[in-house]
């Protein structure tokens, strides 16, 4: 059978490289930090990780800043989460600290969300969106702009510590701790009005708890990002070690596909002519050579594998030299990977041999199984989607109908009633009206039930009724203090209601207060 040959292996430049964490030769926890240099990808993973890159930078970066106008009684910062009035501010959105369960819904949808993206395509979050993985990148932009690539900084650092040396790392490390202090700037900015958090940041007069944590983050993105790296990923990261449960034979992960690519040979013309199997791969070494991480994907799924899929890039751009088709190393389901390797090794009896998934020209036999999107959907992943999306829109009904007017009573302990000359019964209570809304308006305190009782407000004055009207101050709580009294009458006192209501709309709070009378309290 005449096999596939293609183009000479030799025209490929074999980069010499070793895996730092290689899974063959697992390196001891507290052995001493081997430095990882890199070499840029270029490709279309690489190219979606440049666009992520920019968008959550620019978000984080950016969303303070931005101006969202909700009236004159409101910051008009789009995102604030002002901690002296505790409110959470989100465009439109405002919550209180009673409102908690929001933020504890959006934790479970994070939650949720991890678990569907982890099932369905493995790793991605730490591949792409995850901030150690953006500000790696970010920082590795910056050493790579002033040091040169892979084989430039190895020879830098392997080189005498020159004026031109010393020029290039004070460069880079100042450029890195300005990117720190940028992320603990824009971070202290989203607790405060931007424009002017940073005009007394300037200036001196910031509160000191805002350069604390200016320092701080300063500190933790530099060392975490510039000097750590892919320790944080490896050792501090709890999730390496919990995705493996969350993984199942259907789920998309980085994968070296050695069916195809095993017997390794970078003189696949002279083993051909001798008549032994020859794969794909040339032993290039280049997708250990881009790898943040340190290690070759050839060696299997590996814990440090963050999926960031650098090394399909640099693996396609090899197969393109070579004349051969894009995949050798691809995302692929392990039932895929399982399949093919059975066919390459005719059931596991032999080793791989090309011949069995190849065609006289080249190209694949039927039988290969290629990824098929709708493997995704399988009751794993529709049971998580449904579950994130069904949090989701519960959230939202209930932000769209929440009552923005509540009521808060505390009935007096000391007395708990007074009896009057008269004989009347007097209960006193302070009224808690919380106007959610950022602006002041008036709503109607009406008291239910309670036959023959009436209220009175003393700052209202000495006027009794059944109802009042109350200035609600706006996007606060408004404190009265209330007195209730009751002729004696013989009937049972079961409570009553008090009531407020914005007549203007249909927000609407109740309260069910007792009253204490003689033979009540004990």
Not at 150 to 172: E, S
Not at 409 to 423: A, F, I, M
Not at 493 to 522: M, Q
Request: hydrophobic fraction near 45%; charged fraction near 20%.
């Amino acid at each position: 059978m005449n096999l596939y040959t293609a183009p000479d292996p030799n025209d490929i430049e074999r980069v010499s490289v070793e895996p730092v964490n290689a899974r063959r030769n697992r390196q001891p926890l507290y052995a001493p930090r081997k430095k990882i240099f890199p070499k840029r990808a270029e490709g279309r993973f690489r190219r979606f990780k440049w666009i992520v890159m920019l968008i959550t930078l620019g978000i984080y970066y950016l969303a303070p800043w931005i101006r969202w106008d909700r009236g004159p009684y409101a910051p008009d910062q789009a995102i604030l989460v002002d901690l002296s009035s505790r409110r959470f501010f989100f465009f439109f959105i405002e919550i209180w600290p009673q409102e908690f369960y929001y933020v504890a819904g959006l934790l479970v949808m994070a939650g949720f969300g991890l678990f569907l993206v982890t099932a369905a395509v493995g790793r991605a979050w730490c591949g792409y969106a995850c901030p150690q993985t953006v500000w790696v990148d970010l920082f590795l932009v910056v050493e790579r702009a002033i040091e040169g690539d892979r084989n430039a900084r190895m020879k830098l650092d392997d080189g005498p510590f020159t004026f031109d040396k010393l020029r290039k790392r004070v460069i880079k490390h100042a450029i890195w701790l300005l990117i720190g202090a940028a992320t603990g700037g824009a971070w202290i900015f989203y607790f405060a009005d931007a424009p002017s958090l940073a005009a007394s940041l300037f200036a001196g007069s910031a509160p000191p708890a805002a350069y604390a944590t200016v320092a701080i983050l300063t500190a933790t993105t530099y060392v975490l990002g510039g000097l750590m790296r892919e320790q944080v990923c490896t050792y501090m990261c709890p999730w390496p070690r919990i995705q493996g449960a969350m993984l199942d034979e259907n789920s998309l992960v980085v994968t070296y596909n050695d069916w195809r690519g095993e017997q390794r040979s970078r003189h696949a013309k002279k083993a051909q002519a001798k008549g032994l199997p020859v794969g794909d791969c040339v032993d290039c070494n280049a997708c250990v050579a881009v790898c943040p991480m340190g290690i070759d994907i050839r060696d299997g799924q590996q814990m440090e594998c963050i999926t960031c899929a650098l090394c399909i890039d640099a693996c396609d751009g090899v197969m393109d030299k070579l004349g051969k088709p894009r995949g050798l190393i691809a995302y692929a389901t392990l039932s895929e990977y399982s399949s093919n390797m059975s066919l390459a090794t005719d059931g596991g009896r032999t080793a791989i041999q090309p011949s069995n998934v190849r065609n006289d020209d080249g190209s694949f036999i039927p039988a290969v199984r290629h990824f098929d999107w709708r493997i995704i959907l399988r009751p794993r992943i529709i049971f998580y989607a449904v579950v994130w999306a069904s949090i989701g829109i519960a959230m939202v009904i209930h932000l769209a109908f929440r009552e923005r007017l509540e009521l808060n009573v505390v009935h007096d302990r000391n007395p708990q009633y007074v009896l009057e000359s008269d004989g009347s019964i007097r209960n006193g209570y302070t009224l808690r009206v919380l106007n959610m809304v950022p602006m002041p308006r008036d709503v109607i305190l009406t008291l239910v039930g309670l036959e023959g009782g009436t209220m009175r407000i003393p700052e209202f004055g000495r006027q009794d009724g059944r109802s009042f009207t109350v200035r609600a101050e706006p996007d606060a709580a408004t404190t009265l203090k209330v007195f209730v009294t009751r002729k004696p009458d013989g009937a049972e006192i079961n409570g009553f209601l008090f009531v407020i209501e914005d007549t203007s709309n249909s927000d609407r709070a109740t309260y069910r207060a007792s009253f204490n009378a003689p033979g009540d309290v004990k």
